[in-house]
Nanobody, 132 residues
Framework: QFRPMASGGGPVQPGGSLRLSCTAD????????IGWFRQAPGKEREGIAC????????NYAESVRGRFTISRDMATNTVNLEMTDLKPEDAGVYSC?????????????????????????WGQGTQVTVST
């Protein structure tokens, strides 16, 4: 079963940076659009960033825009999430998911790429802790 796997989480101080990676052990990973989601205890899952197969279509949640950067490396079948200026409210379990649509148009309001319903495959998450 196709399960994209998130890694790179850990503890970080407020204002710090962290890099998460999403990958899967199959070449077809590069044909999927990938979304990053996070969930804090007691809160709903939040879509925070997404990237199309080509890397040309990208979208971010307002809560992370300007601080987080999503990118993908075709050579290593990896989608990275660079997180900077981390805040305590960024803490949670971060997961990545795959959408079988290669090039969704994230400019369409109903197709933001930040909703869990748009994704077909999910894997285990990685914990991010932001505290002093």
């Amino acid at each position: 079963q196709f399960r994209p796997m998130a890694s790179g989480g850990g503890p970080v101080q407020p204002g710090g940076s962290l890099r998460l990676s999403c990958t899967a052990d199959r070449p077809s990973f590069n044909y999927y659009s990938i979304g990053w989601f996070r969930q804090a205890p007691g809160k709903e899952r939040e879509g925070i960033a997404c990237i199309s197969s080509s890397g040309q279509n990208i979208n971010y949640a307002e809560s992370v825009r300007g601080r987080f950067t999503i990118s993908r490396d075709m050579a290593t079948n990896t989608v990275n999430l660079e997180m900077t200026d981390l805040k305590p409210e960024d803490a949670g379990v971060y997961s990545c998911a795959a959408d079988i649509r290669s090039e969704p148009d994230y400019t369409i309001p109903s197709n933001s790429g930040l909703e869990a319903k748009d994704y077909d495959y999910w894997g285990q998450g990685t914990q991010v802790t932001v505290s002093t």
